[in-house]
């Protein structure tokens, strides 16, 4: 009996692009661990990359607040896209990034036991929603950003309203400009940010696990060239500098030109108009990332979350 669906298959399939078969053989190779089948199908050079989906399975809404040179990104989920649409759900998570941009804190805990505008805490307030809207959320995650001077420049994709919506993004710029030349830059590199995941500001903040994975898989192809050993090892720092380049915010191409990379875009635009300028710091909230269950699972998530 197989160890995998066919809403596994066509997972596997979205993520990397392998043909039907090559992801059915893949995954029933791998006992239907999709992750490893994804390292399988890449080894084979049957799938350039894992493919970075916009498509996530929680709902609710991202919220970002700016004020100054302080941001802060807040994930708030619910079980459906209906309560994001809500009135008082919307308020709630306004509401909660206001708060949370004062504290100035990534910590969730912390956020629950601050005051909430309207009176209590914000956890006393998330419990009156669960009762009156009738559907378990949760306050996922938080991300504040900073800088001794410059600007903080927020972004939202597809805005659900303003400052609410499915992808986030701040962007912190220190710099002895003022703000408004900086924001209509910050934007652009903002909608870069949005647009092409980044996993981390350099190459020097890549995971050491997400690098670690990457190399198996690049020694793994290097094998199979049955090329020389000295070449394979070659072959391997080459793809790993490759990997790095394209997923380190800062050595990106940047999306607006494909010519230049983040780091000289900003270089310029800084002796263009004749000051100093430095990316420091991101946040890119996107809604559900990391979470990639069926929604019955995530609901199941919410309601744990929400009961412990």
């Given amino acids: 009996m197989a160890d995998f669906s066919v809403a596994d298959v066509k ?20 006992g239907g661990d999709i992750e490893a089948a994804v390292d399988a199908l890449r080894a084979k050079g049957l799938a350039t990359a894992q493919k970075k989906s916009s498509r996530t399975a929680a709902e609710g809404l991202v919220g970002v607040a700016v004020e100054g040179t302080k941001g802060v990104a807040v994930e708030v ?11 008082k759900f919307q308020d709630f998570v306004r509401k909660v990034t206001a708060v949370a941009l004062a504290n100035g804190s990534d910590d969730v805990e912390a956020l629950k036991a601050a005051a909430y505008p309207d009176g209590g805490t914000v956890a006393d307030k998330l419990t009156d929603n669960v009762a009156t809207i009738g559907e378990n959320q949760q306050i996922r995650r938080i991300k504040t950003v900073s800088v001794g001077s410059g600007a903080i420049v927020s972004y939202m994709h597809n805005a659900a309203a ?7 993004v701040l962007v912190a710029l220190e710099s002895d400009l003022s703000a408004d030349v900086l924001e209509p830059f910050g934007k652009q590199i903002a909608m870069h940010i949005a647009s092409m995941f980044p996993m981390a500001l350099s190459a020097d903040g890549l995971d050491a696990d997400v690098i670690e994975r990457e190399r198996k898989i690049a020694q793994e192809k290097a094998a199979e060239s049955g090329k020389p050993a000295e070449v394979q090892a070659k072959m391997v720092d080459g793809a790993i500098a490759k990997f790095a380049k394209e997923n380190a915010l800062l050595s990106q191409m940047f999306v ?35 979470i990639e269950k069926e929604e019955t699972d995530f609901a199941a998530e919410v309601a744990a979350a929400v009961a412990g």
């Fill in 11 to 30: 997972k596997l399939r979205e993520m990397t692009g392998a043909g039907m078969m090559d992801a059915k053989k893949a995954l029933s190779e791998a």
């Fill in 77 to 87: 989920n619910s079980e459906t896209d209906f309560v994001a649409k809500n009135d």
């Fill in 162 to 168: 303003e400052g609410l919506g499915k992808i986030g």
């Fill in 256 to 290: 607006m030109d494909n010519k230049s990379s983040v780091e000289a875009v900003i270089a310029k635009f800084a002796k263009d108009n004749g000051g100093s300028v430095k990316l420091t710091d991101y946040a890119r909230f996107q809604l559900g990332e990391g």
